[in-house]
């Protein structure tokens, strides 16, 4: 039976935070996107990356210092209600809902293309709803269930990076193996230069990689299970540039430093072509395991966070008073049933377009992904103009360089958001986003009209 009013248990540990973090970095945009990013921009993909974790560095330590103020499981959505208002805590957390859902669709697609590695006789959509279920099983046991599986689901992503930048700067460095006489880092600017598709071709690469990196947020949404949040979430948030620094911009310069970019190929992950070309035995599905690890994990954080945004929401009157309530092993099974059942429609878009499904699915991810983003930034500055004011106690891990430096990321946020246009298959986003957002604007003001319980 569910029982009201109890509270989420705080049975996430310190190493599960960490590897949680560090997992909300690493996913199928790094492993699966970054080819078609490659063929886009070049060696100058490097910039994008770079570019983007420094946005996403200000973004965490801003976040951070609003988990440690006071460490919630609605995180932002809590946050931007408390110093935006209520409707932007009612907009973020259905937004990050929205949000988790359809990113977990995208994980989930991309499961269904990588199991055709092995079956390509295999219905894209049908590894896609068995990976739905057995996700969505354990999702409703203990959250330590759903810690134990980011911890190990995690260590394959790292370990499988680490290996891949050794081998790698072993061949460069001492010239072995069939790649030796060519590998060298000028490669990086040996085949048309470092910008062979000058500054529009990073540009347009912005979309991949932002979504590359969502997910990094999710150590907030852990916030309210975490058993010393004072402790770990700081140090899990202050490595998240060293992770950004070694897993994607190492692994990148390693694989186009063994391997011209131009000879990558847009439609094969380069972790694939690398290890294979390295004479790695079975490197193939050694890497296409890794990768449909990385999408699993993806959506057991997806059916994760968007149960506990609906509990958060719940809790405050802006979602149905059913998702309110936990199980007797206080999770929120209401909040992931009704998840899980939308996330179903997977199953669909795969079916009706399976060629475009990837695309189209983290293009409109990336709006709930920005909005939380920029959301994030504002109430930090809200935050920090409270404390001045003497309405809020101050935190004493900060981030540096507010207030300027929340308005260049904003700024940047709202270039990615405009970069959507010039892409036909990602310009689906902003068809989206004006209907959601209008239909969110709807049920505020019927939920406002509504008499208090």
């Known amino acids: ?49 770079g570019l983007g974790g420094v946005a996403i560095f200000f973004i965490m330590r801003a976040l951070g210092e609003l988990l440690t103020y006071r460490p919630v499981a609605g995180s932002f959505a809590t946050y931007a209600e408390e110093f935006c208002g209520p409707f932007a805590g009612f907009v973020t957390g259905w937004s990050y809902w929205f949000m988790w859902v359809i990113m977990a669709m995208a994980e989930l697609t991309a499961i269904g293309i990588y199991v055709r590695y092995w079956f390509p006789d295999v219905p894209q959509w049908l590894p896609a709803l068995i990976a739905l279920v057995v996700l969505y099983g354990a999702n409703l046991l203990a959250v330590r269930v759903f810690g134990e599986l980011e911890f190990w689901f995690a260590l394959i992503k790292v370990t499988t990076i680490v290996a891949l930048i050794v081998a790698g700067l072993v061949v460069i460095l001492f010239h072995v193996g069939s790649f030796g006489a060519t590998a060298s880092f000028a490669n990086l600017w040996s085949h048309g230069g470092f910008l062979p ?19 990094v947020e999710l150590i907030g949404v852990t916030a309210g299970e975490a058993q010393d949040p004072q402790l770990a979430l700081p140090k899990a948030t202050n490595g998240i540039i060293l992770r950004i620094l070694i897993f994607y911009l190492g692994a990148l310069l390693v694989i186009m430093g063994v391997v011209p970019w131009n000879e990558l190929s847009p439609s094969v992950s380069p972790f694939v072509f690398v290890f294979e070309k390295l004479g790695v035995p079975g490197a193939a599905s050694i890497i296409t395991i890794v990768v449909i690890t990385a999408a699993a994990s993806s959506c057991n954080s997806g059916l994760f966070s968007t149960g506990r945004m609906l509990w958060s929401l719940a809790q405050r009157g802006q979602a149905p008073r059913r998702f309110a309530t936990l199980n007797e092993r206080l999770v929120p099974a209401a909040g992931i049933h009704a998840s899980a059942a939308l996330m179903l429609l997977t199953v669909v878009v795969n079916y009706l377009v ?7 699915i983290t293009s409109i991810t990336l709006i709930g992904t920005l909005w939380t983003w920029g959301i994030i930034l504002v109430s930090h500055r809200n935050y920090r103009r409270a404390v001045h004011a003497g309405r809020a106690p101050a935190s004493a891990f900060r981030m540096p360089g507010a207030p300027f430096a929340n308005w260049a990321v904003l700024a940047f946020l709202v270039l990615v958001t405009a970069l959507l246009a010039l892409d036909p298959d990602t310009r689906v986003a902003l068809y ?8 969110l604007a709807v049920g505020y003001m019927r939920l406002k009209r509504q008499p208090p319980v």
Do not use: C, D
């Open 432 to 439: 989206v986003a004006p209907f959601w957002f209008g239909l």
């Open 354 to 360: 399976p060629k475009e499904a990837f695309t189209w």
């Open 197 to 215: 598709f000058g500054v529009v071709g990073v540009l347009l690469t912005m979309q991949i990689v932002m979504f590359a990196y969502s997910g």
């Open 1 to 49: 039976m569910s029982q009201p009013g109890t509270h989420l248990a705080r049975n996430l540990r310190n190493r599960h935070i960490q590897l949680i973090a560090i997992g909300g970095t690493i996913g199928v945009g790094l492993f699966l996107g970054s080819a078609k990013a490659i063929h886009n921009a070049g060696p100058a993909l490097l910039l994008a990356y």
